[in-house]
């Protein structure tokens, strides 16, 4: 018997549960299929309960005050644990914010023990921290003797970074990436920092601000810039 949360991952990942893609959604206009909570709690948290670990989450205020899925991956006899904060955004409508909360209940249990459903890539452009929700496509060339200096399409929002991705930051490669993106695209600092700023969809001084996932919207958007002639 697993003695610690640890050792409980470790054997639900040595023969994890096989979650099916059976349900159908949409993130902008891509079409998706997913694993739904129901599938989730039945596969992966009744794994979980039968090698003594319980799964809580709790819709709540952090202490900066920013609404957050607050949860907890606890073994029972050890009392070690796996916790973490997902971040939500308020909503006017009822619906809208239960279906935030409930995509975050799945997101949250998914990512914390590393399951994955099967065929993944179906819905990779909708995958938090990776990717923006809808690739744009990239701008075409402008007509001989005119400018070719395009602006970047402005991406989809940014999704909410993987539990514990936030603390951690911008990574060092990812730096040298964006960097080097930055320098190849024509942008100065102030250029530079400006065009983040616009595909992140928040105000940033320096790129040492950007979580993983930021940064990951940042290299795709600089990616898809027409470059300099």
Do not use: W
Request: proline letters at 6%.
């Amino acid at each position: 018997m697993a003695a610690t949360i640890s050792e409980v991952l470790l054997e639900l990942q040595a023969d994890p549960p096989v979650l099916v893609k059976d349900k159908r959604g949409q993130v902008g206009n891509q079409k998706t299929k997913y694993a739904d909570l129901v599938q989730v709690n039945e596969q992966v948290l009744s794994r979980l309960n039968k090698l003594g670990v319980i799964y809580t989450c709790t819709p709540t205020l952090d202490d900066e005050g920013k609404f957050v899925l607050a949860y907890e991956l606890m073994h029972v006899e050890s009392k070690t644990a796996k916790t973490g904060r997902y971040p939500l955004k308020l909503a006017d409508n009822p619906m809208q914010m239960g279906s935030a909360i409930t995509y975050a209940r799945r997101y949250v249990l998914l990512a914390i023990t590393g399951i994955a459903a099967e065929d993944e890539d179906d819905d990779g452009h909708g995958a938090a921290g990776h990717r923006t929700a809808q690739r744009q496509q990239r701008p075409q060339p402008a007509p001989t003797g005119q400018a070719t200096a395009q602006r970047a399409q402005r991406p989809a929002a940014t999704q909410p970074p993987l539990p514990g991705e936030k603390t951690g930051g911008i990574n060092s490669a990812q730096q040298s990436k964006l960097h080097a993106s930055l320098r190849d695209a024509g942008h100065d600092r102030a250029s530079g920092l400006a065009f983040i700023s616009a595909a992140i969809k928040r105000d940033i001084t320096t790129t040492s601000e950007l979580t993983a996932a930021e940064a990951s919207t940042a290299i795709d958007a600089l990616t898809r810039q027409e470059q300099p002639a």
